[in-house]
């Protein structure tokens, strides 16, 4: 099993910026995926960024541009830098990783970590 730790989350102002951390503990395969998922209140789940292990990212066309995911993958830690945040973005951010080079393949997730931006 795999333990994920979040941190950085709080309540901002429009135009702020917050940096979220999410470090990884346990096992985890080499082919993997770890990134960032995000609800907001009536909302679906939705991918927010992703990195590959070999670090191709992913992002969701609302943050193009004013987010930034990285990982440490000697840390097993991937983190996601949230620069000009806008009220749209208030949701409850979610760490995932999921390994393709297990099986059965694993999707594990943090507990969450609130983000508010104020308007």
């Known amino acids: 099993q795999v333990q994920l730790v979040e941190s950085g989350g709080g309540l901002v102002q429009t135009g702020e910026s917050l940096r979220l951390s999410c470090a990884a503990s346990?096992?985890?395969?080499?082919?993997?995926?770890m990134g960032w998922y995000r609800q907001a209140p009536g909302k679906q789940r939705e991918l927010v960024a992703t990195?590959?292990?070999?670090?191709?990212?992913n992002y969701a066309e609302s943050v193009k541009g004013r987010f930034t995911i990285s990982r440490d993958n000697a840390k097993n830690t991937v983190y996601l830098q949230m620069n000009s945040l806008k009220p749209e973005d208030t949701a409850v951010y979610y760490c995932n990783v999921a390994q393709m080079g297990i099986f059965p393949p694993q999707s594990s997730w943090g507990q969450g970590t609130q983000v508010t931006v104020s308007s």
């Open positions: 990195m590959s292990s070999d670090g191709n990212a």
């Open positions: 346990g096992s985890i395969s080499r082919l993997n995926v």
